[in-house]
């Protein structure tokens, strides 16, 4: 009886379970029936409307951006899920389009030279599936996180970075953040593609979902010259 109540609505939805029972001389008999639902109060209906819209993340934000032209305007910005970079925007967010198709979001702006092809860049980042799932993040934020120490990866075609990000990093100055949507094809295309976080678990996990995009959440904290 218990069962039937609580997997009949899920199973045939517009219906509500009824369960009827006599008790006889040869014991208790039950039988189940299920009725239309009651009708849903329009009060009901747009309450629920605005918890969906409600509900809409960044990453949604960002695939949409994927789909259309190369910047588009979204109505709000910040820090989405955690743990994360924890950035204050400096305007509404934009998404913008790089040349090979990497959509990310303009958060803060940084001083100082723009990092370029052949410079070591140091960067902290946060490292999440496309759906806000939580793999890694170089930063100290508790479980599943790095001790704080920044990410250090030759930049241009000499070095390992996934296409994605480097070219996401390519032309950041120290300080700026951004927040980027990476289509598989830009992303891990093979096994010796970096960063990798250092856990199995969390490697496991790149490599799982290696063919859907990935949303990598980056500060460029300097860059320093690369050997020659």
């Known amino acids: 009886r218990v069962v039937f109540m609580s ?28 009725l239309p639902a009651d009708p849903v109060p329009d009060k009901t209906r747009k309450s629920s409307s605005r918890r969906i819209a409600l509900g809409t993340s960044v990453a949604g934000a960002l695939l949409v951006a994927f789909k259309t032209p190369s910047v588009t305007a979204a109505p709000s910005s910040g820090d989405w899920s955690s743990p994360g970079l924890g950035v204050v925007p400096d305007s509404p967010a934009e998404y913008r389009r790089t040349a090979k198709g990497v959509v990310y979001e303009q958060i803060n702006d940084g001083v100082g030279t723009a990092a370029k092809a052949g410079e070591v860049a140091v960067f902290d980042y946060v490292l999440r599936r496309a759906n806000g799932y939580f793999i890694y993040g170089s930063i100290d934020c508790g479980i599943g996180c790095g001790n704080g120490d920044p990410a250090e990866f030759v930049l ?10 480097d ?50 959440e980056v500060k460029l904290v300097k860059t320093r010259p690369g050997r020659g």
Do not use: D, W
């Not at 241009?156 to 990000?165: H, Y």
């Not at 949507?181 to 290696?210: C, D, M």
């Open 7 to 34: 997997v009949a609505p899920a199973v045939f939805p517009g219906t509500r379970p009824r369960v009827a029972c006599r008790r006889g001389a040869r014991g208790t008999r039950c039988v189940a029936s299920l």
């Open 156 to 165: 241009g075609p000499t070095g390992t970075l996934i296409q994605g990000l």
């Open 167 to 216: 070219e996401l990093l390519t032309g950041m100055r120290p300080g700026e953040k951004r927040r980027a949507l990476i289509p598989p094809s830009l992303g891990y295309t093979n096994k010796g593609l970096s960063p990798q976080p250092p856990e199995f678990g969390q490697k496991r996990q790149v490599e799982t979902h290696a063919r859907e995009p990935l949303v990598f």
